[in-house]
């Protein structure tokens, strides 16, 4: 079968765009131009009258034909607070937020829907904006939610291991503040989907870039007040996701908007609404306390971390959820006696928040980081001092961290002495002492991380939920189904290697079919890709295996000891000579001579088809709580130099050394963390999402949103161990965030460095070259004063 | 207002009734299907849509489709001899210079452009760099589309080229 890769790079992708059905109409979306305001009246008059224009929704049509937005993550417990929002997918009388959509205008074709949609009048009563989370949580501040005390959505507290004992003890204690801007994800294809509701059978189906099908038709249904039975999600091929295209949200208007034109529907974002109205990450502020001893040992954390949520409408819980990581994280792979962590959430008026590779976990490791960097420099120490100090050390796994994360494996000093060897930080270090001399700033940052992956977490949609299925067909070529789609990670090939080593078969004869809201599972979310699903298939595959075995030696009249399954071609080491393909082994035992000729044991079982469904769930989260199953481990190191008249940072050397433990494919691995740590390089250098007082987003486009282009990249240098974990089927673990959660943290790290002869703190993100050169004016003014 | 305009695409003449103010992007998803050419920005800033025109790398959404009657357009489709991959694109496909695939076809054509004009022996990493700026890819950090690159130079100058 032709590989996806040589499917794609020859122009036969079917993207959500590509999608096309006979009568299809085509949904576009009004907007608010308003961060917050009363729609005072709504007229769709002039855009109906348009030539063309099938139908107009807009909030009332929300309320009168569907259900508020369903609940994704709900921790009321006592002595935290967790609120929750009432809202529909697009509002009756309030906008929250700048480009809300209040109205949808379906039409025959797109270019008349979007002309329709500038002729939808709306006036707006025009509300104090509340911009940004410390505003929110004053007391005076506008709320956004009437029914609310206040602003604040969250507010977890977590005490791990003894946090009065480490202060108590603690020779030093150092004040940390962190900030980080607001980013997207953004992929550079859109959201966008076809719905086509069948009014003869009342059922829905769908098809576009949805990352988990499975949620996806719950929480649309939900929506619909339609049987979940009824709906069926397809996932196409999908333009990257990273999180992004989790969420189902506009789809449901357009589900509806299907329903009430008895039409096929299309949306597809354009790509400024998908900036404007997408989910947005990070834009988290820290403040707190880290206490350590003058050897470098460390001890306890006291800290708060804030989050800016923007509205809590659309995704009912799970952006609020990413507080947990956040403050979990922060531990990382060192040894502590305790911590407190509070972890606020405020609503503000700003899109929404969900998932972007990290979900958190990045925060509490950049701020843990961050804090280890500048207590070295305090103690005269280096950053790989400090870390080879204070990390778990291998002969220590599973390790129970105070968290209640179980670490399953690793090699923390090993990976951290590669990556030191790799880059040969010496030189460079000898290097930013000649280069001072001529008043040129090198830095070297050194930065180690763990990415906790495979979320199982109660009271939401992310249970650790997953199922899988391989079958073997009657002519001998093998499907497998999952939850994990694919959305350029590379679901399919690792599938497909993981059974075909398994099945000894052939990797052509395997087809990993497109997901759907058949199969049950979250989908590729908190790196659980190799965790869950990969676990879920190796499972099924190994199940099979064994009827597979049991059907040979029947037909082949051999003890099932000797069968041997290899390159496609099934026999018994005692007769090599009379092989079966995958093809003639099925045909058998489906059809010729069929079940029948199958052992009598088999057919009693129930258990005669070469076909197995199976689910997987993490071995260590049932007794010890751990939201996660694996922990990855990684070292970056980056060179950067800082040009302190322009600010701008160029990035020298880049070191990455990986421990993802079992590697299925690596190549994929490898694609991985380029990507990851390019976007991290993105968030840490140029990208940030900037409203104005209004409430106005001002970076709506590549032009003002920058993400890395190949010239900024860096080139990086990659190393591998292989440290399994003994808690996946496969020895694998999670892998795609850590990437980005160490080469953010990193570069700051390194500028840091840089600008150490002027003391700068670089605890903000971007690190934009404005930004920069304004915290180097503010040293070179304090150096003055000093004089 | 509508139009007759012939268009060149892939070597194959397309006689087409366009809007006047159709977008070369429009008429290459919507009328000539040529579904490659994918649609992102509609500014000229990603890249997806990146199409070559007389052999140079140009974005199909900032172009209207009524001016480049008497051009030749190139999508990736045209480059593959039949059913087989253009060299370049196997060696994107050797060096997993794709993830998502959603940048790729727009990203070959650049490459494309690039390796096929190349007359010098060395093509440095920042050359490849600089020809690509234009078509953003957020999946791969770019990495292994520079080997890519690189690789399907050597195949031109192994004579595995057309």
């Given at each position: 079968?032709?590989?996806?890769?040589?499917?794609?790079i020859?122009?036969?992708g079917q993207?959500?765009?590509?999608?096309?059905?006979?009568?299809?109409?085509?949904?576009?979306?009004?907007?608010s131009?308003?961060g917050?305001a009363?729609?005072?009246s709504?007229s769709?008059?002039?855009?109906?009258?348009?030539?063309?224009?099938?139908?107009?929704?807009?909030?009332e049509d929300?309320?009168a034909?569907?259900?508020?937005?369903?609940?994704?993550?709900?921790f009321k417990?006592?002595?935290?607070?967790w609120r929750?929002?009432?809202?529909y997918?697009?509002?009756?009388?309030?906008v929250?937020?700048?480009?809300?959509?209040?109205?949808?205008?379906?039409?025959?074709?797109e270019?008349?829907a979007?002309?329709a949609?500038e002729?939808?009048?709306?006036a707006?009563?025009?509300?104090?904006?509340?911009?940004?989370?410390?505003?929110?949580l004053?007391?005076?501040?506008?709320?956004?939610?009437?029914?609310?005390?206040?602003?604040?959505?969250?507010?977890?507290?977590?005490?791990?291991g003894?946090?009065?004992?480490?202060?108590?003890?603690a020779?030093?204690?150092?004040?940390?503040?962190?900030?980080?801007?607001?980013?997207?994800?953004?992929?550079?294809?859109?959201r966008?989907?076809?719905a086509?509701?069948?009014?003869?059978?009342?059922?829905?189906?769908?098809?576009?870039s949805f990352?988990?099908?499975?949620?996806?038709?719950h929480?649309?249904?939900?929506?619909?007040?339609?049987?979940?039975v009824?709906?069926?999600?397809?996932?196409?091929?999908?333009g990257?996701?990273?999180?992004?295209?989790?969420?189902?949200?506009?789809?449901?208007?357009?589900?509806l908007?299907?329903?009430?034109?008895?039409?096929?529907?299309?949306w597809?974002?354009?790509?400024?609404d998908?900036?404007?109205?997408?989910p947005?990450?990070?834009?988290?502020?820290?403040?707190?306390?880290?206490?350590?001893n003058?050897?470098?040992?460390?001890?306890?954390?006291?800290?708060?971390?804030?989050?800016?949520l923007?509205?809590?409408?659309?995704?009912?819980g799970?952006a609020?959820?990413s507080?947990?990581?956040a403050c979990?994280?922060?531990?990382?792979?060192?040894?502590?006696?305790?911590?407190?962590?509070?972890?606020i959430?405020?609503?503000?008026?700003?899109?929404?928040?969900?998932?972007?590779?990290?979900y958190?976990?990045d925060k509490?490791i950049?701020?843990?980081?961050?804090?280890?960097?500048?207590?070295?420099?305090?103690?005269?120490?280096?950053?790989?001092?400090?870390?080879?100090?204070?990390?778990?050390?291998?002969?220590?796994?599973?390790?129970?961290?105070?968290?209640?994360?179980?670490?399953?494996?690793?090699?923390y000093?090993?990976?951290?002495?590669?990556?030191?060897?790799?880059?040969?930080?010496?030189?460079?270090?000898?290097?930013?002492?000649?280069c001072?001399?001529?008043?040129?700033?090198?830095?070297i940052?050194?930065?180690?991380?763990?990415?906790?992956?495979?979320?199982?977490?109660?009271?939401c949609?992310m249970?650790?939920?997953?199922q899988?299925?391989?079958?073997?067909?009657?002519?001998?070529t093998?499907?497998?189904h999952?939850?994990r789609t694919?959305?350029g990670?590379?679901?399919?090939?690792?599938?497909?290697?993981?059974?075909?080593?398994?099945?000894?078969c052939?990797?052509?004869?395997?087809?990993?079919k497109?997901v759907?809201?058949d199969y049950?599972?979250?989908?590729?979310?908190?790196?659980?890709?190799?965790?869950?699903?990969?676990?879920?298939?190796?499972?099924?595959a190994?199940?099979?295996?064994k009827?597979?075995?049991?059907?040979?030696?029947?037909?082949?009249?051999?003890?099932?000891?000797?069968?041997?399954?290899?390159?496609?071609?099934i026999?018994?080491?005692?007769?090599?000579?009379?092989?079966?393909?995958?093809?003639?082994l099925?045909?058998?035992?489906?059809?010729?001579?069929?079940?029948?000729g199958l052992?009598?044991?088999?057919?009693?079982?129930?258990?005669?088809?070469?076909?197995v469904?199976?689910?997987?769930?993490?071995?260590?989260?049932?007794?010890?709580?751990s939201s996660y199953?694996?922990?990855?481990t990684s070292?970056?190191?980056?060179?950067?130099e800082?040009?302190?008249?322009?600010?701008?940072?160029?990035?020298?050397?880049?070191?990455?050394?990986?421990?993802?433990?079992?590697?299925i494919?690596?190549?994929?691995?490898?694609?991985?963390?380029?990507?990851?740590?390019?976007?991290?390089?993105?968030?840490?250098?140029s990208?940030?999402?900037?409203?104005?007082t209004?409430?106005?987003?001002?970076t709506?486009?590549?032009?003002?949103?920058?993400?890395?282009?190949?010239?900024?990249?860096?080139d990086?240098?990659?190393?591998?161990?292989?440290t399994?974990?003994?808690?996946?089927?496969?020895?694998?673990?999670?892998?795609?965030?850590a990437p980005?959660?160490?080469?953010?943290?990193?570069i700051?790290?390194?500028?840091?460095?840089?600008?150490?002869?002027?003391?700068?703190?670089v605890?903000?993100?971007?690190?934009?070259?404005?930004r920069?050169?304004?915290?180097?004016?503010e040293?070179?003014?304090?150096?003055?004063?000093?004089? | 207002?509508?139009?007759?305009?012939?268009?060149n695409?892939?070597?194959?003449?397309?006689?087409l009734?366009?809007?006047?103010n159709?977008?070369?992007?429009e008429?290459?998803?919507?009328?000539t299907?040529?579904?490659?050419?994918?649609r992102?920005?509609?500014?000229?800033?990603?890249?997806a849509?990146?199409v070559?025109?007389?052999?140079?790398?140009?974005?199909?959404?900032?172009?209207?489709?009524?001016s480049?009657q008497?051009?030749?357009i190139?999508?990736?489709?045209?480059?593959?001899?039949?059913?087989?991959?253009?060299p370049?694109?196997?060696?994107?496909?050797d060096?997993?210079g794709?993830q998502?695939?959603?940048?790729t076809?727009?990203m070959?054509?650049?490459?494309?452009?690039?390796?096929?004009q190349?007359e010098?022996?060395?093509?440095?990493?920042m050359?490849?760099?600089?020809?690509?700026e234009?078509?953003?890819?957020?999946?791969?950090?770019y990495?292994?589309?520079?080997k890519?690159?690189?690789?399907?130079k050597?195949?031109?100058?192994?004579?595995?080229?057309?």
């Amino acid at each position: 079968m032709e590989s996806r890769e040589t499917r794609l790079i020859a122009g036969k992708g079917q993207y959500a765009d590509d999608l096309d059905f006979p009568g299809m109409a085509h949904l576009v979306f009004v907007g608010s131009p308003y961060g917050h305001a009363k729609i005072v009246s709504l007229s769709v008059e002039k855009a109906l009258a348009v030539p063309g224009v099938l139908a107009v929704l807009t909030g009332e049509d929300m309320v009168a034909h569907t259900n508020p937005l369903p609940v994704q993550a709900n921790f009321k417990s006592p002595g935290w607070t967790w609120r929750l929002a009432d809202v529909y997918a697009m509002p009756r009388d309030k906008v929250r937020w700048y480009g809300e959509p209040v109205a949808a205008v379906v039409a025959e074709d797109e270019i008349t829907a979007r002309r329709a949609a500038e002729l939808v009048e709306v006036a707006y009563k025009v509300l104090e904006v509340t911009g940004n989370a410390l505003e929110a949580l004053e007391p005076e501040s506008p709320k956004l939610y009437d029914d609310w005390e206040d602003n604040k959505q969250v507010h977890l507290k977590f005490d791990f291991g003894d946090p009065e004992g480490a202060f108590a003890e603690a020779d030093q204690v150092m004040h940390i503040t962190n900030r980080e801007g607001r980013v997207t994800g953004l992929p550079i294809e859109a959201r966008g989907c076809v719905a086509q509701y069948d009014t003869k059978m009342d059922s829905l189906e769908m098809w576009g870039s949805f990352q988990t099908p499975y949620l996806s038709r719950h929480n649309i249904a939900a929506t619909l007040g339609m049987p979940e039975v009824k709906v069926r999600i397809n996932a196409v091929d999908i333009g990257g996701a990273f999180g992004l295209k989790i969420h189902a949200w506009k789809e449901n208007v357009v589900a509806l908007a299907s329903k009430l034109t008895a039409r096929p529907v299309k949306w597809f974002e354009p790509l400024k609404d998908f900036i404007v109205t997408g989910p947005h990450q990070r834009d988290v502020f820290w403040e707190g306390d880290v206490a350590f001893n003058n050897d470098g040992t460390l001890l306890g954390v006291k800290a708060t971390v804030t989050h800016d949520l923007g509205v809590e409408s659309t995704n009912k819980g799970i952006a609020a959820l990413s507080i947990f990581p956040a403050c979990s994280a922060v531990p990382n792979m060192y040894h502590w006696k305790g911590m407190h962590i509070e972890g606020i959430g405020a609503v503000t008026n700003k899109s929404f928040y969900c998932a972007y590779r990290g979900y958190g976990k990045d925060k509490g490791i950049k701020f843990i980081e961050h804090a280890l960097n500048r207590i070295a420099r305090k103690l005269g120490m280096t950053p790989e001092a400090i870390r080879l100090k204070n990390y778990i050390q291998p002969h220590e796994f599973p390790y129970h961290q105070i968290n209640s994360y179980v670490y399953d494996s690793g090699d923390y000093p090993g990976t951290l002495n590669k990556a030191l060897e790799m880059a040969d930080v010496d030189h460079y270090r000898a290097e930013k002492e000649k280069c001072l001399e001529e008043g040129r700033y090198i830095g070297i940052g050194v930065v180690s991380a763990i990415e906790p992956a495979g979320v199982a977490v109660p009271n939401c949609q992310m249970g650790g939920i997953t199922q899988a299925r391989v079958q073997i067909t009657a002519d001998g070529t093998i499907e497998i189904h999952s939850d994990r789609t694919e959305i350029g990670q590379g679901s399919e090939v690792s599938h497909a290697i993981i059974v075909s080593d398994i099945l000894g078969c052939k990797r052509e004869d395997i087809l990993v079919k497109r997901v759907t809201s058949d199969y049950i599972g979250q989908g590729p979310l908190s790196s659980r890709g190799a965790v869950y699903p990969a676990s879920a298939v190796a499972k099924a595959a190994k199940m099979l295996k064994k009827k597979v075995v049991t059907c040979a030696a029947t037909f082949l009249k051999a003890p099932e000891e000797s069968i041997v399954m290899e390159d496609g071609m099934i026999f018994s080491i005692d007769h090599p000579e009379e092989k079966l393909t995958y093809g003639q082994l099925s045909e058998k035992a489906l059809f010729f001579p069929g079940p029948r000729g199958l052992p009598v044991e088999m057919l009693k079982n129930h258990d005669h088809l070469l076909d197995v469904t199976t689910t997987w769930y993490s071995p260590t989260t049932p007794e010890s709580g751990s939201s996660y199953t694996s922990f990855c481990t990684s070292a970056d190191i980056a060179v950067v130099e800082v040009d302190i008249e322009t600010g701008a940072t160029k990035i020298i050397k880049y070191v990455h050394v990986h421990d993802a433990g079992t590697i299925i494919n690596k190549q994929i691995v490898d694609g991985q963390i380029h990507g990851g740590i390019v976007q991290g390089i993105g968030e840490a250098l140029s990208e940030r999402l900037d409203y104005d007082t209004d409430g106005r987003l001002l970076t709506t486009s590549f032009s003002t949103y920058l993400i890395p282009t190949a010239v900024e990249a860096p080139d990086i240098e990659v190393a591998h161990l292989e440290t399994p974990s003994p808690f996946t089927e496969t020895g694998s673990k999670g892998m795609g965030e850590a990437p980005i959660i160490g080469s953010k943290a990193v570069i700051l790290a390194a500028i840091e460095d840089a600008l150490s002869p002027y003391d700068i703190v670089v605890n903000d993100s971007p690190a934009s070259p404005e930004r920069v050169r304004k915290w180097v004016v503010e040293a070179l003014k304090r150096q003055e004063e000093a004089q | 207002m509508k139009m007759q305009v012939q268009l060149n695409v892939n070597d194959t003449t397309h006689q087409l009734e366009i809007d006047a103010n159709a977008t070369l992007l429009e008429v290459l998803r919507n009328l000539t299907r040529h579904q490659s050419v994918h649609r992102s920005c509609e500014e000229g800033e990603c890249g997806a849509c990146t199409v070559l025109m007389d052999g140079q790398p140009v974005n199909s959404c900032l172009i209207l489709a009524a001016s480049v009657q008497g051009n030749r357009i190139m999508t990736v489709e045209g480059l593959m001899k039949g059913d087989t991959l253009h060299p370049l694109m196997k060696a994107f496909t050797d060096e997993l210079g794709l993830q998502c695939g959603f940048c790729t076809p727009g990203m070959v054509m650049s490459a494309y452009a690039l390796v096929n004009q190349w007359e010098e022996e060395v093509l440095s990493d920042m050359d490849i760099r600089k020809a690509i700026e234009g078509n953003l890819c957020r999946c791969t950090g770019y990495v292994n589309i520079v080997k890519s690159i690189r690789r399907a130079k050597a195949a031109k100058d192994a004579g595995n080229w057309w």
